[in-house]
């Protein structure tokens, strides 16, 4: 089982443009939720879903949007990048509201 | 908007030390969870605490929930260096929404 996938593992991006972000959850798993954790910071809850649709969200403007596949993968996509979008992104698949597993993340750099 | 504060936000013993972090809340949550965090990894689930007053032991580690499901302390007995990390508190809610803590940068040195 190779848990939690996440890709790319590091980005550089330049301002304005758009960034997608690939989420692999752990097998058996159908809940994915996507975290964004600045640097100093605990993660932050961007949104979750789960069969195919976003089930919570948390406090992100609409810049930040998703997607989950029928095979449960997921993406996360952002647009208009701002140098604040400078982070870890960090996306977590669970069973239902099961224990929550990680993956190691993407480190943004937006330039 | 439920907000988790911990602390000490930066903690450095020397081994064999123990040690107690705090994470406080004005909410109620339905359980807390508590992680460690390698750099360059994502967190890693330590344990989770549902019920007030609930304590749980891993091996050096404890943790107590609060009566009042507002609050948790972890507390580490005769500290290793491999306990060095950052531990990450989070509650959730009936609706499985994780809300964290900004973290206490735990290093123990040799």
């Known amino acids: 089982d190779a848990g939690v996938t996440q890709s790319p593992t590091h980005l550089i991006k330049t301002r304005g443009q758009q960034v997608t972000l690939r989420c692999s959850p752990k097998?058996?798993?159908?809940?994915v939720s996507w975290y964004q954790q600045a640097l100093g910071q605990g993660p932050q809850f961007i949104f979750q879903?789960?069969?195919?649709?976003?089930?919570q969200r948390g406090n992100f403007p609409d810049r930040f949007s998703g997607h989950q596949f029928p095979n449960y993968s997921s993406e996360l996509n952002v647009n208009a990048l701002l140098l604040g979008d400078s982070a870890l992104y960090l996306c977590?698949?669970?069973?239902?509201?099961?224990?929550?597993?990680f993956g190691q993340g993407t480190r943004l750099t937006v330039v | 908007t439920q907000l988790l504060e911990q602390s000490p936000q930066f903690l450095s013993i020397q081994e064999g030390e123990n040690l107690t972090v705090y994470c406080n809340s004005s909410s109620v949550f339905s359980s807390l969870q508590w992680y460690r965090q390698e750099p360059g990894e994502g967190p890693v689930l330590l344990v989770t605490?549902?019920?007030?007053?609930e304590v749980k032991k891993l091996k050096r580690l404890t943790f107590q929930f609060g009566d009042a499901r507002k609050d948790s302390s972890l507390h580490i007995t005769a500290a290793q260096p491999g306990d060095t990390g950052l531990y990450l508190c989070?509650?959730?809610?009936?609706?499985?929404?994780?809300?964290f803590g900004d973290g206490t940068t735990l290093t123990v040195k040799p």
């Open positions: 977590a698949s669970s069973l239902a509201t099961g224990e929550a597993f």
């Open positions: 989070a509650g959730v809610t009936n609706a499985g929404k994780s809300t």
């Open positions: 879903y789960y069969e195919e649709e976003e089930r």
């Open positions: 605490v549902v019920t007030g007053g």
């Open positions: 097998s058996g798993h159908d809940t």
